[in-house]
C-alpha cells in the first residue's frame, strides 16, 4: 500500500531547479533510499514532502489524501515526521524531556498552564520507551549537550518516532557517525521498517545498499533511476553518475 | 531543560520575605515615605517579572512592553477620572474600585497584547524588536492625543480613593501589602506556567522554533499566548502604578520605560522570573540612593548597564545563585 | 493646490532627513546583524555640533564627530557584541542612550535651542509662481538625493559594495573571501553614524535641539526599515519618502510651532505612520523590499 507519494513536483530558486516533474512513493513497510550527488536536490525534495517548502507547481498525498496545502505541523499531525542532517534537538533539555516534548506535540493542544509537565506519568513512560527503543534508555536524565554526536542522532529518531508516524523521512541520520555506530543507526532503522514507512537520504552507499528495498536516484532535481538495489547497481546511468562525479571530486 | 534548582526557589522566598519585612524596617528605622519606593519595586517588578517570562522563557525581546504599562495605567486611570467628575466613558460610568479597574486593565492588556503581538510575531530577529518598540511609539502617540486627560501633560486623579473592594487603601503601607499580594500570587502563578506543558512548549520555542514546528507544533499560537499573558500581566501594572501614583500620563507608555524594564530582567537576571523583582529593586535604591547626590544618576545606570552586559550577562541572580552554587 | 505642493516639498525634505539616518542603519542592520539603538544618539551629538557659529564648518564637524564617535563604540563596545544576543545589544546600545541623553543634559542643559541656517540659503526661492519656498529646505532634499546617489553607487558600484551585498545573505563567507571583515564592519558602523551626523546638522535648523530628539528620529528609522526591508537601500528611500509625506503635520506641530504642539490632530497623524507599518507587516513581514528570509 503506498503511504507517501508525490507527482509533478516541482521547485526552483531563481532560475536553478532544484526539483524536475518529480514522482515518488513510499510503500507502507518499506526503506525506500533517495541518493545522488552534492546537490542533486535531496534535501530540497524532503523539505517538499515534510511541509517546510512548498512546492511551485505538483502534489502531495498521504494514504491517497492530497497534503500539498498543509503545514509542517499539519502534516505531523497526519502521520509524516522527519528527522534533521544537523542534530537539531534542544540541547538544554535531558534526553528524556525531548521526547516528551515530541510526544507532547501529539495532544490536541498544549494550552495546560498549571500542572507541572514533569508530572504526567503516562508520558514519561511512553519516552522511557521510545528512549529504550533507540538504545538510550541509559542515559534518559542526561543533558543533551553532553550526549555523543551518534547518541543525539538515535534521539533524533527517538523523537521522530514519538507522533508514531505512517511515514518516516529520514535526512541523512549517519551522517558524522563512527563505523561502528552507523551500523548500530541502520540495524535500528531497519527494525523501525515494521512500524513505519521509511525515506531515507543518505550519503554512504554501503549503508543504502545494506537496508533499502528500494532506491531512487536523483540528479539535478529529476529522477534518473528507481528500483531495487540490484536493479540500481547494474544501472549504466548511475554508474556514469557516480563514476564522472568521483572523477569530479 | 535546566530543572529549577534548589538555590533559585530559595533565592525566590527569600527575596520575597525580605520584601515583605521592608515596610517594617523602613518604617522603624525613620524613613516611612520609602513605603512608596518599596511599592513601586512591587509593581514596576511585577511588570519586569511578565517581561522576563516572555523573553527569558519565551525568547522574544519586546522592546514594546511600556506600550501594556500605559494601556493599563489608562483604563483603570480613565475609569477614576470619570468616577471623579461624574461623567461618562463611552456610556459607562467611571470607578475608583480596583476590584473593577484592575481586572478590566488585565483583560485590556491581554486584548492589546493579541494584536500587537500578532502582528509582530510574524516577524523575527531583530525585526520584532523594531516592531514591538514602532508599536510602543505608536501608543505612546495615541495617549498624546486623548486631551480629556490632558494630552502630553497627563492629569491628577489626587482626589480618588485607593478602595479595593470595602478596604480604603490609602494608607501606603496597607497598599503596599494589596500589590505585594498580587506580586506573590502571580509569582506563583508563573512560576508554575512555566513548568506546565504550555510552558514547556514556550521554551522550545526559544531553544529551537524550526525543530518545534517540526514536531508538530503550531508554535505562532503558543508564543502569541505567552505574549498576550506577559502584556496582560504589565497592564495589570500599568494599573496599579496609577493608582499608586494619582498620576496619569503619557510617561508610563514612553519607549525609554520599556528600556528600563528590559534593564530590570537584565539586572536582575534573565530567565529566572524573580530577577525582575530584583532587578526593580537594584534600580529603585540606586535611583534613591543617587538623587541626593546628582540629578544625572541615568549616567550612572547607562555605565553601569555597560557593565553587566559585559561582565555579568546573567545579572544579579546569576551571581547570587553563583556564589549558591559555589557553596553547594 | 499650492498647499498641496507646499505639503509635498515639506515632505521630500523630512523623507529625505530621515533617509539620512535610516540608509546607514539599513546598511548595519543588514551586513552585521546587530541592532543599534544609539544610532539616534550620533543625531544628537552632531546635533550639538551644528550650534558653534558657522555653519559649513559645523556641517564638517558634525559628520566628523559623529563617524569617530561611531568608529570609537564600533571598536570598543559593538564589537563584542557580535556573537551575542540582539537582547544584550539592544541593552548596551540602550546604556549608550541614557549616557548620551544624560551627558547633553549634563553638558548643555535641558533647554530646546534652535539653529539658525546659513545666511546663503536662509531665504525663499519661488518654485512655482505664487509660491514661495525657503531655499534651505530645497537644500536638504538636494543633500538627500545625493547622499542615496552616493550610497546606491558606493553598494552597487564598489568593492566594498560587493562584499556589503555578499554579506547581506552570505554573512559567514565574507571571511572566505579574505575580505576584513573586521574593517569592513567598523566603516560601515562609522559611515552609517556619520549619515546621522549629517542628518542631525541639516535638521538642526528646523528643529528644536534637545537631548532625546534623536531617539525620536531613530524609532521614525526603525519605523521606515521595517517597512522597506532590513538591509535594503531601495526599501530605506522608498520608506523614507513614504513617511515623510504621512507623518508631515506632527513633526511640523511638534517642533515648529509649539503653541500648536501635541494638538490631537497632530498626534493621531503621527500615530497614523504606524497604520502604514501595520499594513506592511500583514502584507509582507519581511518588509516590501527585504530578502524573503534572513
Redesign the interface.
Known amino acids: 500500500m503506498t503511504e507517501l507519494s508525490c507527482q509533478g513536483l516541482q521547485k526552483a530558486f531563481g532560475g536553478l531547479v532544484v526539483t524536475d516533474d518529480l514522482a515518488l512513493s513510499v510503500e507502507s513497510g518499506e526503506i525506500h533510499a533517495l541518493i545522488g550527488p552534492n546537490g542533486a536536490g535531496k534535501t530540497t525534495a524532503l523539505a517538499q514532502l515534510s511541509g517546510e517548502l512548498r512546492p511551485d507547481a505538483g502534489t502531495v498525498w498521504l494514504d491517497g489524501a492530497d497534503i500539498t496545502d498543509l503545514s509542517l505541523p499539519q502534516r505531523v499531525h497526519a502521520g509524516v515526521a522527519r528527522s534533521y542532517q544537523v542534530s537539531s534537538v534542544f540541547r538544554d533539555f535531558t534526553a528524556r524531556e525531548n521526547v516528551e516534548l515530541a510526544l507532547q506535540a501529539m495532544d490536541r493542544h498544549s494550552f495546560r498552564f498549571f500542572r507541572p509537565a514533569a508530572r504526567n506519568a503516562e508520558r514519561v513512560e511512553r519516552a522511557g520507551a521510545l528512549l529504550e527503543l533507540v538504545g538510550l534508555a541509559e542515559v534518559s536524565i542526561v543533558p543533551v549537550h553532553r550526549l555523543s554526536h551518534g547518541q543525539t542522532r538515535q534521539l533524533e529518531i527517538a523523537m521522530a518516532m514519538a507522533s508514531d508516524p505512517r511515514v518516516l523521512l529520514l535526512d541523512e541520520p549517519m551522517a558524522g557517525m563512527a563505523p561502528d555506530e552507523a551500523l548500530r543507526l541502520a540495524e535500528l532503522i531497519q527494525s523501525l521498517a515494521a512500524a513505519t514507512a521509511v525515506l531515507l537520504v543518505e550519503h554512504d552507499m554501503d549503508v543504502v545498499f545494506s537496508v533499502a528495498d528500494r532506491i531512487s536516484v536523483l540528479h539535478q532535481g529529476a529522477l534518473i533511476a528507481s528500483g531495487d538495489p540490484d536493479d540500481i547497481r547494474a544501472d549504466p546511468d548511475v554508474h556514469r553518475l557516480y563514476l564522472r562525479d568521483d572523477a569530479e571530486g | 531543560m535546566r530543572s529549577p534548582s534548589r538555590w533559585h526557589v530559595a533565592l525566590t522566598v527569600g527575596f520575597l520575605a525580605l520584601l515583605s519585612v521592608a515596610p517594617l524596617w523602613v518604617d522603624a528605622s525613620g524613613r516611612g515615605y520609602l513605603v512608596t519606593v518599596l511599592t513601586r519595586v512591587v509593581i514596576f517588578g511585577l511588570a519586569a517579572m511578565s517581561l522576563d517570562f516572555v523573553m527569558g522563557y519565551g525568547g522574544m525581546v519586546s522592546l514594546g512592553h511600556a506600550a501594556f504599562l500605559g494601556a493599563g495605567a489608562y483604563t483603570a486611570g480613565a475609569l477614576t477620572y470619570h468616577s471623579l467628575d461624574g461623567s461618562r466613558l463611552l456610556g459607562i460610568p467611571g470607578t475608583d474600585q480596583t476590584l473593577v479597574t484592575w481586572p478590566l486593565a488585565t483583560v485590556v492588556g491581554a486584548l492589546l497584547g493579541l494584536v500587537i503581538g500578532g502582528l509582530s510575531l510574524r516577524t523575527k530577529g531583530i525585526y520584532f524588536i523594531m516592531a514591538t518598540l514602532a508599536f510602543n511609539q505608536m501608543i505612546y502617540f495615541l495617549f498624546n492625543a486623548l486631551e480629556i486627560y490632558g494630552g502630553d501633560d497627563g492629569v491628577g486623579l489626587f482626589a480618588a480613593r485607593r478602595a479595593i473592594g470595602p478596604l480604603d487603601a490609602s494608607d501606603d503601607t496597607v497598599f503596599f501589602y494589596v500589590c505585594f499580594a498580587v506580586l506573590v500570587a502571580l509569582a506563583v502563578i508563573l512560576n508554575l506556567v512555566v513548568r506546565s506543558p504550555f510552558g514547556r512548549v514556550v521554551r522550545g520555542c526559544r531553544s529551537n522554533m524550526a525543530r518545534m514546528a517540526a514536531l508538530g507544533y503550531q508554535t505562532y499560537r503558543y508564543r502569541l499566548a505567552a505574549f498576550a499573558l506577559s502584556a496582560a500581566i504589565t497592564s495589570l501594572a500599568g494599573a496599579m502604578a496609577v493608582t499608586e501614583s494619582q498620576f496619569l500620563s503619557p510617561s508610563f507608555a514612553e519607549w525609554t520605560e520599556s528600556g528600563e524594564l528590559l534593564v530590570m530582567v537584565i539586572v536582575g537576571g534573565l530567565g529566572s522570573l524573580i530577577g525582575g523583582v530584583i532587578g526593580a529593586g537594584a534600580l529603585f535604591l540606586l535611583e534613591e540612593l543617587s538623587i541626593d547626590i546628582t540629578d544625572n544618576w541615568q549616567f550612572f545606570v547607562g555605565v553601569g548597564l555597560l557593565a553587566i552586559v559585559l561582565g555579568a550577562p546573567r545579572g544579579l541572580t546569576g551571581v547570587l545563585l553563583g556564589l549558591g552554587r559555589s557553596h553547594d | 493646490m499650492n498647499l498641496f505642493i507646499e505639503q509635498t516639498l515639506n515632505g521630500l525634505q523630512l523623507g529625505f532627513t530621515l533617509l539620512m539616518v535610516s540608509a546607514g542603519l539599513t546598511l548595519i ?1 543588514g551586513i552585521m ?3 543599534n ?1 544609539a544610532h539616534g544618539s550620533a543625531f544628537v551629538a552632531a546635533d550639538v555640533g551644528g550650534r558653534t557659529g558657522n555653519y559649513l564648518l559645523a556641517l564638517l564637524a558634525g559628520i566628523a564627530g559623529a563617524a569617530v564617535a561611531g568608529l570609537i563604540v564600533e571598536l570598543g ?1 559593538i564589537r ?2 557580535y556573537h ?5 545589544q ?3 546600545t ?6 548620551a ?3 547633553v ?2 553638558i548643555w542643559g535641558s533647554t530646546p535651542r534652535s539653529v539658525a541656517a546659513p545666511e546663503f540659503l536662509d531665504r525663499t526661492v519661488t518654485v512655482l509662481p505664487g509660491l514661495p519656498y525657503p531655499a534651505y529646505r530645497l537644500a536638504i532634499t538636494a543633500t538627500g538625493i545625493a547622499v542615496i546617489v552616493f550610497l546606491h553607487l558606493l553598494v552597487e558600484r564598489t568593492r566594498v559594495g560587493m562584499w556589503i551585498r555578499a554579506g547581506r545573505t552570505h554573512r559567514e563567507l565574507l571571511g572566505a573571501f579574505g575580505v576584513n571583515v573586521r574593517l569592513l564592519y567598523t566603516l560601515v558602523f562609522a559611515v552609517g553614524a556619520g549619515l546621522a551626523g549629517l542628518a542631525g546638522v541639516v535638521a538642526a535648523p528646523f528643529l528644536s535641539v534637545e537631548s532625546g530628539i534623536g ?1 525620536h528620529f531613530l ?1 521614525l528609522s ?2 521606515v ?2 517597512v522597506g526591508g ?1 538591509g535594503s537601500l531601495k526599501g530605506a528611500l522608498y520608506g523614507s519618502l513614504m513617511l515623510g509625506r504621512t507623518y508631515l503635520p ?1 513633526l511640523f506641530g511638534r517642533f515648529v510651532d509649539p503653541s500648536t504642539a ?1 494638538t ?1 490632530g497632530a ?2 497623524a ?2 497614523s505612520i ?1 497604520l502604514v ?2 499594513v506592511v ?2 502584507v509582507k ?3 516590501l523590499f527585504g530578502l524573503a528570509d ?1
Open positions: 542592520f546583524n546587530i541592532i539603538l563596545l563584542r557584541l551575542r544576543d540582539h537582547l544584550y539592544v541593552l548596551a540602550f546604556a549608550l542612550v541614557l549616557i541623553n544624560q551627558a543634559q549634563m531617539d524609532i526603525f519605523v526599515i521595517v532590513i506632527d501635541a490631537a498626534s493621531v503621527s500615530a504606524y507599518m501595520v507587516l500583514v513581514p519581511n518588509g534572513e
